[in-house]
């Protein structure tokens, strides 16, 4: 069983950064393809980004291309998000999550593994 725990958010003002952090265990973490996902309140949860099991592949939706970038490190079973730029509409939890299949998509029912969330609030 995998198990995903996420860190790094908080209260940051808008055109701020924050870095994600996503640690694994209980698994072979360069097995899975890794993602992104955000839920904002009253709305459903939606793609931001996803690595290749290698990290040589990414891929990003647009609301957030160009300002967030998604790695991981397999030797520490950890992926990250940095989010630059930031706006008040990026203001969700982020979830991490690992898919069993060899490719990641931008689907989430395709991922099986999940964190627990954690909170980014960008004030305006």
């Known amino acids: 069983q995998v198990q995903l725990v996420e860190s790094g958010g908080g209260l940051v003002q808008a055109g701020g950064s924050l870095r994600l952090t996503c640690a694994a265990s209980g698994g072979t973490f360069r097995s899975f393809p890794m993602a992104w996902f955000r839920q904002a309140p009253g709305k459903e949860r939606e793609f931001v980004a996803t690595v290749s099991r290698s990290g040589g592949s990414t891929n990003y939706a647009d609301s957030v291309k160009g300002r967030c970038t998604i790695s991981r490190d397999n030797a520490k079973s950890t992926v990250y998000l940095q989010m630059n730029s930031l706006k008040p509409e990026d203001t969700a939890v982020y979830y991490c999550?690992?898919?069993?299949?060899?490719?990641?998509?931008?689907?989430?029912?395709?991922?099986?593994?999940w964190g627990q969330g954690t909170q980014v609030t960008v004030s305006s």
């Open positions: 999550a690992a898919a069993a299949g060899i490719w990641g998509t931008s689907l989430a029912n395709s991922y099986q593994y």
